[in-house]
């Protein structure tokens, strides 16, 4: 493929999410990364500006501040945005909204991410629940690392003809393990007061069908998440029937507990043995721990082609993305097959 031909992205937020999206859309085949922005001046943006990512500043401040330090070829937003096709905001909770005037005035299609409300976009994306759904479309919002893993295990059920009522409890990390330092919650478990919480609706606004009631607590650890479910099946079946459920999806990984990953610590240290950018897990392991700085980045990248109409199957972009960011080479291991 040509470099004209290629989708253009820019990212607009250069943190936990948008560094992992800026290395993958990098990667991708049919994708060019048009550049990188943010307000930091610290070494995050100074990463991505050794990594050879093209920088430009959120602001005019940002901009100016940029250059004090020492990134001198820099240029604010709106030039990162003439550059490109389709923009993914990975910007902190509740400041996407207020980019997308400047996304529309471009003329841009754009993706947010899970922080937002549904309503900023009118469409909520699980590759494989609502890719076909999002063809096309100005937008669409990538939901959050909780609501994807909902969406991908509960999915896998409900295409096996297994699927009845589903109520999880959630054990929630407290912060992002770089910013640890700063706060979260020690020697403590702080539940949320309203159930359901707010991951069970937003899977509904994947898939309205899902029989779901969600709650969560905070707990004093920073690595993942962890979900417990219970789910009534619509069906009678035996364990094999669930596990080739589960199977079914290279976006859920079945690890052996007997094979040494008995916590979510073993597999973030087994995820940088094997080589994972960051350390990361884009799957889901089940039962069933979520990495919420990986999980989303591939639904991302097929966000990406959905909207802007360049792959009109699903499953073709899954697996392109799949294939690049090495999912589902968990299944060569000998901690995940056989699946138990």
């Known amino acids: ?36 922005a943010d307000v ?3 070494w995050r943006i100074r990463v991505a500006a050794e990594k050879g990512y093209r920088v430009f500043g959120s602001t005019g401040d940002a901009v100016l501040a940029m250059r004090k330090v020492g990134i001198s070829d820099v240029a604010e937003l709106p030039s ?22 400047a996304y529309q005035a471009a003329g841009l299609k754009f993706i947010v991410q899970g922080g937002e409300k549904h309503a900023v976009t009118g469409h909520s994306f699980v590759a494989e629940s609502s890719y076909a759904t999002a063809l096309g479309r100005a937008c669409t919002r990538v939901v959050s690392c909780n609501t994807t893993s909902i969406v991908r295990t509960l999915g896998a059920l409900k295409a ?12 929630r990390r407290a912060t992002d393990p770089w910013e640890s330092h700063e706060g979260g919650i020690m020697n403590t478990l702080v539940p949320e007061a309203s159930i359901p919480s707010h991951q069970g609706p937003d899977a509904q606004s994947v898939d309205p069908t899902l029989d779901v009631v969600t709650m969560a607590i905070k707990v004093p650890e920073t690595l993942a998440h962890v979900h417990y ?13 669930v596990l080739d459920a589960f199977h079914s999806s290279d976006r859920i990984a079945l690890i052996r507990g007997g094979e ?24 889901v392991y089940y039962a069933y721990m979520v990495d919420n700085q990986a999980i989303v980045i591939p639904e991302t990248i097929d966000a990406i082609r959905a909207i802007s109409a360049t792959e009109a199957e699903a499953s073709k972009s899954i ?13 060569g291991h000998a901690a995940s097959s056989p699946p138990a």
């Open 1 to 36: 493929m040509t470099e004209r031909a290629k989708i253009r992205v820019a990212v607009n937020g250069y943190g936990v999410i948008g560094k992992r999206v800026a290395d993958a859309v990098s990667r991708q085949p049919d994708m060019l990364l048009a550049g990188v």
């Open 40 to 42: 930091t001046t610290d």
């Open 80 to 101: 990162l945005l003439a550059m490109a096709d389709i923009v993914v905001d990975c910007t902190p909770k509740k400041v996407a909204a207020d980019n997308i005037a």
């Open 160 to 171: 096996a003809g297994l699927l009845g009522p589903a109520r999880g409890t959630l054990l």
């Open 229 to 241: 479910w219970t789910v009534r099946l619509a069906r009678q079946c035996d364990r094999d029937d």
């Open 260 to 283: 040494g990953q008995v916590a979510i610590n073993t597999v973030k240290e087994w995820m940088l043995d094997v080589g994972r950018p960051h350390g990361d897990l884009y799957e």
């Open 319 to 331: 697996a392109t993305t799949n294939r690049v960011l090495g999912i589902g080479s968990l299944r």
